[in-house]
């Protein structure tokens, strides 16, 4: 029984009461303004190109890195950035639209869509911060397209109708950062280029939106690929409107100036007549609908006429869609200029004469967000708004409700060319379904999508790496727990986070500013159902940011800081709060608010608070509360926002601090500066890093001069003190990192970005142990052969230097780091059963496939020497046995009994008796029989009987082989499949009758079972 117990966990169940409904409001809009106003601040406005020249920089410094230039921590320049996900996120409450589910399962903000018109597979998704996706299987599967460009934010798409296999990609989408431009790919995505066209250029007269424009529509000619023309949405007075390119989106030309581009697209099989839809936020321009009938290049407008005419002159917002069938009716959503809904409109004829619809369901409350019209007929019409999706089947005179159990706040939707399949984008992820005119049941495609947008502040437990909070636009406060798949805590727009790290079960958490609890606590592990208020002394009055600060005293846990225009302390672990500085900002605007608060880690009295409105301030005796002083330490500084403010490990009079914004305009100074003389004098050492905003720094307390930063291209290294930098890692796309975190005792780097999820990369110190793996060291767990591992298998790897003691799992799912030990397969993080200083034991991930793949033993950041592990054809059996060898008694049960098909007394603490022939089942514990159908995740337990395999299974028992009853994980275990079989009456009888499995062609390793 010893092996058994070494590779077999049984199941641990955990029940979640008390869960939130996910619920949503302005807050995307206050979150992406936020985002904003911190990089055009003191502009007010993005700079043109700056995202595109920062990219530059950051290539550039890739191809000049080498690790012997940096000196610095071995291998940490050079390792590579793992994804933790979260790969979904579960929310396992229900949502007002259904129960839950694995259709609560989330992946993130999805924008936009685009359907290859070859197959209904195959379709291009765009995301609000991790750029363009791909699927050829329908969404099972997605891969990431434009990891290495800088405008992760997608609005809009158009596939060429002549040649499919080029696509366009519009940047920006609403209250986005670097709308830069158009993406191009001419072969399905493969590669993309970068068309900057007038994109690029802001209006000195922006106020909140002047970076690039957001495309919003972009169409291409039939008959014609040269021809494309793009909608342009920007808050500036005359760069906004309808553009023209000739030339396949080399060069463009505004034809129809005056107000915001929404929408545009030709007739589908005439390239002379196209149609698009103006709005106009601030009420002086050109809205409405347009049509052009010599391909884009002059417009007339559409309105309609009499008593037949849209509301023109006052709309802020205008959704149109064409009815593909018959081009001539379109529908048309609008908004006044006070963002009120006015009604849903019609025309059959082009736009000569419009009629307003009867009212759609759940008005004024729930009103239209997007719309589609199915492509085979003109009068089925579905509308996605904040918590519905409704359906009219006859042109829009009635309507009725789909309701499918996902989240609120539809986005996009895309049919088919053939209408039979639609696909959904929400805030929370992506959908399909293949009854959109009936019964409208979903499919999740959220399981290989990790878009979660972080915000600043994530946290580690202090001793498990394998725990740790996150703060997220729209999707609250999530928890990660050594699985790709996470969990949804809390509901809100989540902020910054702390675990108390003495009594790690106490977490802390911040939402935005308008949630009724903005500072919440929970004394259990952050379980959902278990958050409290926790701001009581701050009153409501004093405005913080958005996402607003909450630090922890790293020498004191239960003291802990929060800001607004003052900063408040909690010496009672946020039971209260008291103010203990004047207002620090002069600006009470919400904006120019205390944006982060540094504690000094060996001094307490010195805290450090710095602002989004570019003010810094010091105190040295902060734990004297209410009379403690403050001091403005900002000279010296650029007037930009500052994001983060870290204080040296050992030396309070040392501090850092990152601004946001861009060098050049108002300022020539960097984005890194550095005081050893507590705020008297400050020292810019951003040396050669990229002209982009840093979001957040890490000083390493364990390598002398060792920084890491993050910034909105990604993490960059300093191991000289600032005075040199350079990427860090590989792997990680060139996404907006907003906050990262260093688990000391395992040496990993924690990093949270907006729109990808988080991401692990090893630090380690010069003086770790190298682990090394074995030659051949990768083998079954179940036969010890040496042989191809398939999906999901139960694997052993031996070698040197794993781990200082024997570590067993404790909980499941299984997580993916045991004693500071990880094993990487391809990149991705194995769940461990346990681990010891020679011997590993892990799954192999569900996503490991036919060919051979590198294997990875790190050990507290220090990586092993690559081990390629051979793969077979996704099988390789073996069985389990009760001793060490793998060829003896195997661990085989007579079913639905507490007995081992074994002879009477020859299994210690186990009951055991030979098996009937003929009449007994046996219940055979295996590995490695390849995929299953409803697969669990890594690490997770399987279900109750439907995890079968996907490939038939037969047993040979003492020559004699008859086919397997069921064949499957065993339920309740993780990754322990089982087989079934009735022993067969021509079987020999004896106590070491040999037993073999066989699947897909692979035969197992031999046990024995005894027969009578």
Known sequence: ?????????????????????????????????????????????????????????LDGMKQQRTTASLRGPRGAVTNTWTPLGPLPLLANFATADGPAGRTNDFGGSVW???????????????TAGGGVWKTTDGGNTWTAQTDNLPWLSIGSFAIDPNNPDTVFAGTGYPFSLYGDGILKTTNAGATWTYLAGPFASPDSSDLFYGGGAELRGIAVSPGNSQVVLAAAWRGSSSLQGIYRSADGGLTWKQTLPGGDGEYVFFYPNNGNIAYASLGWIF?????????????????????????????????????????????????????????????????????ANWTLMPPLLDLPADPPQTIVVQPTNPNVILIGSHDYINRSNDGGQTWTRAIPPRFTDNRSFVFTPDGARLYIGDDAGAYSTD??????????????????????????HPTNPNITFGGAQDLGI??????????????????????????????YATCDRVAAAYIIKST??????????????????????????????????????????????????????????????????????????????????????????????????????????????????????????????????????????????????????????????????????PN???????????????????TDIGVFISTTDGATWSPMGNGMPTVIVNSIRLHRPTRILRAATFGRGMFDIAVPTATTPVPAISTSGVVNAASYKNQPLAAGTIASVFGSNFSASTVGATQLPLSTSLGGVTVLVNGEFAPLYFVSPSQINFQMPWTFNSTPEPLVVSVTGVPSPSQTISAGQFYSPGIFSTDSSGTGQGAIQIANTTFFAAPAGSISGAQSRPAVRGSDYLTIYCNGLGDVKNRPANGAIAPDGTSTTVQSVTVTIGGVTVPASFSGLSPGFVALYQVNVQVPANAPAGSAVPLTIAVGGATSNTVTVALQ
């Not at 790709?484 to 009594?503: E, K, L, M, P, R």
């Open 524 to 689: 259990s592990n952050g379980d959902s159902g278990t958050w409290n208020a926790a701001q009581s002394g701050i009153p409501s009055s004093d405005t913080p940011l958005f996402i607003p600060p909450l630090t922890m005293d790293p020498s004191n846990s239960q003291r802990l800081y929060f800001g607004a225009t003052s900063v408040y302390q909690s010496t009672n672990g946020a039971t209260s709060w008291q103010a203990i500085s004047p207002p620090l900002t002069g600006d009470n605007s919400g904006f120019a608010s205390i944006s982060w608060i540094g504690v000094s880690p060996s001094s307490p009295d010195t805290v450090y608070a710095v602002t989004a409105g570019g003010i810094a301030y010091v105190s040295t005796n902060a734990t004297a509360g209410t009379t403690s002083t403050w001091k403005n330490i900002t000279a010296g500084l650029p007037t930009r926002a500052i994001t983060t403010v870290a204080v040296h490990p050992t030396t309070p009079s040392t501090a850092y601090v990152t601004l946001s914004g861009f060098s050049g305009f108002t300022d020539s100074k960097g984005h890194i500066f550095k005081t050893t003389t507590s705020g008297a004098q400050w020292t810019d050492i951003s040396g050669n890093l």
């Open 478 to 507: 999530s928890r990660y727990g050594g699985s790709q798949a996470w969990t949804w805590v809390y509901n809100c727009d989540g902020g910054a986070t702390a675990i108390d790290f003495t009594t790690p079960t106490t977490v």
């Open 435 to 460: 009854s959109p005119l009936t019964t409208f049941t979903m499919s999740n495609l959220n399981h290989t999508l990790p878009l979660v947008l972080y915000y600043p502040g994530l946290s580690i």
């Open 112 to 126: 936009a869509w685009a359907v290859d018109p070859r197959s209904n597979n195959a379709v291009y998704l765009g």
């Open 1 to 57: 029984m010893s092996r058994l117990s070494t590779f077999i966990l049984i199941a641990i169940t955990t029940a979640l009461s008390g869960q939130q409904t996910p619920e949503i409001d302005k807050g995307e809009q206050r979150g992406f303004e936020w985002m904003y106003r911190q990089r055009a601040y003191p502009l007010r406005r993005i700079p043109a190109g700056v995202g595109f020249r920062a990219i530059q920089q």
């Open 692 to 710: 982009t905003p840093l979001n957040d720094i890490v000083i390493d307390p364990d390598i002398p001069g060792t920084l890491y930063v993050a």
């Open 283 to 351: 009420g002086t321009a050109k809205d409405g609908v347009y049509k052009s009938t010599d391909g884009g290049q002059t417009w007339t407008a559409a309105n309609g006429t009499g008593n037949n005419t849209l509301p023109v002159g006052n709309i802020g917002q205008i959704i149109m869609r064409p009815a593909p069938s018959q081009p001539t009716m379109l529908y048309a959503a609008i908004w006044d200029l006070s963002e009120n809904f006015t009604g849903f409109y019609k025309t059959t004829d082009g736009g």
